[in-house]
């Protein structure tokens, strides 16, 4: 990899534009002197040092000053030292746009599709274009906090307004995570995004059925063929994902448990396969009586769609298909439960929401919050709590009335 050094003039006096002391004409400088008198100006100059460096798809360079020749070849041998051995070049022309794009590349492989697609959305609609010309040395927070702001008030894609406050959380999450490695990769010296207050989001009311109200949606989806879906889902708290990653190989009914190995999301509109949302997501699910029922006798009707489509039958796997044997598209199966949800009458939820259902009426009947957070796969009790503790008010009540009676219901000793 090769560099280059030039030397770069600045001018300090610049002198009478036209010549006084012969025939008026107008200088022609070249460096401190004209080529036509022998008028001459004041400069200062310094050396420049550059050197092309490998960042993704697009050509970018390491910049650097210096006051003399000798330290200009000195700092760009060092550079190019320091770039061949993988250490970070100072980003002296390095745009936010520019770190965050290359930031995406590198993060890619780890993170899953869902996520990407996420941050990328954020980076290109929301980031880049009020940040994204700035210099990375030079973001700061006021700018930062500023973007929010203008966010708030017309941050929408269609030009209908602004965004919520969740939506502004996500963005300041993607930032200070794409700023902190900047941080660690020593591209700049900290991360200014500490200093901006946190957006916090609103609390959404939680949204699910009582036991009656889940008795009566499965009571009167019997005849949808996918009501075995909804059933399972309703009763183990899995998440769509998981649901629709679960094959016949990860199910054992005799010993009544679900091994939870795989996750199918859509990503836009494109399926995509993976790992469960979290290493705790990888679990196993037990299961009551009448959920084993419901999925042997799933079994025995996809065995008859089976027989009936002969040849042009797809063996996926999978527990749930669709008639012919392929996987359900996630969207295929929100679409459906909307539909079901609207025929049986019940208030209106989402598929997830049965899983918030399950949560709320197990902590509600005493179930450890332990059991239910392994259950879910969260990544900790405190998460759990966090999420489902206002869905049950009967807990401070219960606890204010244990704490009173310990205190004024006996005798002191």
């Not at 700061?140 to 500023?146: G, W």
Request: charged share 25%.
């Amino acid at each position: 990899m090769k560099g280059s050094v030039h030397r770069r003039w600045k001018v300090i006096d610049k002198g009478d534009d036209h010549c006084k002391a012969n025939d008026g004409h107008k200088h022609q400088w070249e460096g401190e002197t004209c080529q036509q008198c022998p008028a001459r100006r004041v400069l200062s100059s310094s050396w420049t040092w550059q050197h092309e460096v490998s960042r993704g798809s697009r050509r970018k360079y390491a910049v650097g000053t210096a006051r003399t020749k000798k330290e200009a070849q000195a700092a760009l041998t060092r550079s190019l030292a320091a770039h061949a051995s993988g250490e970070q070049i100072d980003p002296t022309r390095m745009t936010v746009e520019t770190f965050l794009n290359d930031w995406l590349e590198e993060v890619r492989p780890r993170l899953k599709p869902g996520t990407i697609r996420s941050y990328s959305d954020i980076v290109d609609h929301r980031l880049s274009p009020s940040l994204g010309d700035t210099p990375l040395s030079k973001l700061r927070a006021a700018q930062i906090a500023a973007c929010y702001s203008e966010l708030r008030v017309s941050g929408r894609r269609d030009g209908k307004g602004g965004l919520s406050e969740t939506s502004i959380e996500h963005t300041h999450r993607c930032l200070h995570a794409a700023l902190e490695h900047a941080a660690k990769s020593r591209l700049i010296s900290r991360n200014v995004a500490d200093d901006v207050v946190k957006p916090k989001r609103g609390h959404v009311e939680m949204r699910t059925w009582t036991a009656k109200e889940l008795r009566t949606f499965i009571d009167k989806t019997v005849q949808d063929r996918l009501q075995p879906l909804w059933f399972t889902a309703a009763t183990t708290a899995m998440r769509r994902g998981e649901l629709l990653a679960l094959k016949w190989e990860d199910t054992d009914l005799d010993a009544t448990r679900i091994s939870v190995r795989r996750n199918r999301v859509a990503v836009g509109y494109t399926v995509v396969e993976g790992t469960p949302k979290s290493r705790k997501s990888v679990r196993t699910v037990d299961l009551d009586p009448e959920s084993v029922r419901v999925l042997k006798q799933w079994r025995k009707a996809q065995k008859a769609e089976r027989l009936r489509w002969g040849p042009a039958w797809t063996d996926s796997g999978y527990v749930f298909t669709a008639e012919n044997g392929a996987p359900l598209h996630p969207h295929q199966v929100a679409d459906g439960f909307d539909a079901a949800v609207l025929r049986s009458g019940v208030p209106a939820i989402r598929f997830h929401d049965l899983r918030h259902g399950w949560a709320t009426m197990a902590l509600r009947a005493g179930v450890s919050p332990k059991i239910v957070s392994d259950r879910l796969g969260h990544a900790s009790v405190g998460f759990t709590l966090d999420t489902y503790c206002h869905a049950v008010p009967g807990w401070q009540a219960e606890a204010a009335a244990v704490v009173a009676g310990l205190i004024f219901g006996g005798s002191l000793e």
